[in-house]
């Protein structure tokens, strides 16, 4: 569903009530829908902070659209489109990586929500320094998919994080021992 339209789905009311876990939990769907289409499992939901209704969703298509930054933030952030994000809080279910935290405080984002800490992190300090608010509120959830999609995709996380070229070293350094 587009994002446009989730205002018929979520009224004021409705809206105002959803919580940081309603939100987190929202972005750990996206990261299984990410899964399920045999990507990356992250997913991010930016949230308009006077409203509290979804402005942009997205989540890791790397692999699906063969694009090495299409990530589940910078996915969401395309999502909402040419907005005020300084307005907003971004949720994504794994930290998040240097571009996609160099991107969130070019863009002006105060806060953003953090659903895993266990399987990566060391952005939130970058972005803290940027003075963006970082909240840590773990999804084990989304802790346990990440977890295992690194156990039975060990190069397609690392080509996430680094590269391609990442892969080729490692494949390399195999090959000689």
């Not at 289409?37 to 979804?54: K, L, S, Y």
């Not at 299409?70 to 809080?89: K, M, W």
């Not at 190069?155 to 490692?170: F, H, K, M």
């Amino acid at each position: 569903m587009p994002t446009k339209s989730l205002a018929v789905l979520m009224d004021e009311d409705f809206a105002r009530g959803l919580t940081d876990e309603d939100f987190m939990r929202i972005a750990v769907l996206l990261a299984q829908k990410s899964y399920d289409e045999g990507g990356c499992p992250i997913g991010a939901v930016i949230v308009d902070n006077a409203t509290n209704q979804i402005v942009g969703k997205g989540h890791n298509r790397l692999v699906q659209d063969n694009h090495p930054y299409s990530h589940g933030e910078t996915s969401a952030i395309q999502d909402a489109g040419r907005i005020d994000f300084s307005n907003t809080t971004l949720y994504t279910s794994l930290s998040p990586c240097e571009v996609c935290a160099t991107l969130v405080s070019l863009r002006g984002f105060n806060r953003v929500v953090v659903g895993d800490i266990t399987n990566a992190s060391g952005t939130e300090t970058l972005l803290q320094e940027r003075g963006v608010q970082v909240d840590i509120l773990e999804d084990q959830q989304g802790i346990a998919l990440y977890a295992r999609f690194c156990t039975e995709k060990p190069e397609q996380e690392l080509e996430d994080w680094q590269g391609l070229s990442a892969c080729r070293s490692i494949a390399n350094a195999k090959s000689l021992a």
